[in-house]
């Protein structure tokens, strides 16, 4: 099954002391992009986080965002900083010996002075915390592949219609293209025979003629390799996997062959038919940008 390369996955862990929610939303690029947006604590995992990603996603531009609700206050401790709180009661009797002051400091205003109580964070534990994210973000990889996936196959259909309609323009050239021939002969014969009056009609000159002029505009390996370039790509299509750089390649090559056939073109009608040819080729172009 082909991917798209756009998508989005989500999803969330919930536990006695936290929660952890990851999104993951993806679209178009040619290599694997990945943008990282997370906690301060998280950035310890970043490498863990960037290899499990890539048993989901093998190429495009990859925004991840991980949000985590810690709940009460368990992972918070309250530090008192006895030798700070003993400067400052040192530095005020310093003042009220040197003012004549009295010393009316109590415990109750020493304990609301900067830094002598503070709040800390407690050290995490590592393999805890990565165990909840490990799972949240299996969860949404496996939302993430599930909407790609769907959104391929949409892209699957919709590229095996444009390439029946580029086979019936191939088919419409080869069947045209014979008919040319007998025209410009038939159009060639009828000029000569004007020109010399009731004289007699080289045939072997009129064949000559007829032999470099369809030299000339023959596109039978063009038309070859087209549909053998269209074949390859249904193929691919079916095989699935991350096929988008090979799709693209294959439809440089089909976009090659029809250059060369507008090129050679000598004909109103394949000339239109060509330039068709080469619009739904394009249109393939463009939508094989979105596959992985």
Same mark, same amino acid.
């Given at each position: ?27 178009? &690029? ?20 960037? =290899?499990?990603?890539?048993? $989901?996603? %093998? ?35 310093? @003042?009220?010996?040197?003012?004549? !002051? ?8 020493? #304990?609301? $002075?900067?830094?002598?109580?503070? @709040? /800390? ?6 393999? /805890? ?13 496996? %939302? ?32 045209? #293209? ?11 014969? =009828?000029?000569?025979?004007?020109? !010399? ?5 080289? /045939?072997?000159?009129?064949?000559? /003629? ?18 053998? &370039? ?6 691919t299509l079916l095989a699935g996997g991350s096929v988008g750089r090979r799709l693209d390649f294959i439809a440089q090559e089909m976009n090659r062959e029809a250059n060369t056939?507008? #090129? *050679? ?17 394009? *249109? ?9």
């Open positions: 099954m082909i991917k798209s390369m756009t998508g989005f996955g989500r999803c969330e862990i919930a536990e006695e002391n936290r929660k952890i929610t990851i999104e993951i939303k993806t679209v178009n &690029h040619r290599y694997l992009d990945v943008n990282l947006r997370m906690p301060k604590k998280f950035g310890v995992f970043e490498n863990n986080i960037r =290899s499990l990603l890539k048993e $989901y996603i %093998q190429r495009g531009k990859v925004d991840l965002y991980v949000t985590c609700e810690d709940y009460g206050g368990e992972n918070l401790a309250l530090k008192y900083n006895e030798n700070l709180a003993g400067e400052y009661l040192k530095y005020f009797e310093q @003042m009220a010996e040197r003012f004549r !002051l009295e010393n009316d400091v109590t415990v109750g205003m020493l #304990s609301r $002075y900067p830094e002598v109580f503070t @709040m /800390e964070h407690l050290q995490e534990d590592e393999e /805890e915390l990565w165990s909840i994210m490990e799972k949240a973000l299996h969860g949404a990889g496996r %939302q993430l592949v599930g909407t790609r996936e769907e959104e391929g196959e949409n892209l699957r259909r919709d590229l095996f219609g444009k390439l029946e309609q580029i086979l019936t323009y191939v088919d419409f050239i080869e069947e045209r #293209s014979p008919q040319i021939l007998k025209e410009y002969r038939e159009k060639l014969q =009828s000029k000569v025979l004007e020109f !010399l009056a009731d004289q007699q009609v080289d /045939e072997g000159r009129l064949a000559t /003629e007829v032999t470099i002029f369809a030299d000339k505009v023959c596109v039978d390996e063009e038309i070859v390799r087209l549909k053998s &370039h269209v074949l390859a790509m249904k193929e056939i507008l #090129s *050679k073109a000598n004909d109103i009608k394949i000339s239109d038919t060509g330039i068709n040819l080469k619009t739904d080729i394009e *249109k393939v172009r463009e939508q094989i940008q979105n596959i992985e």
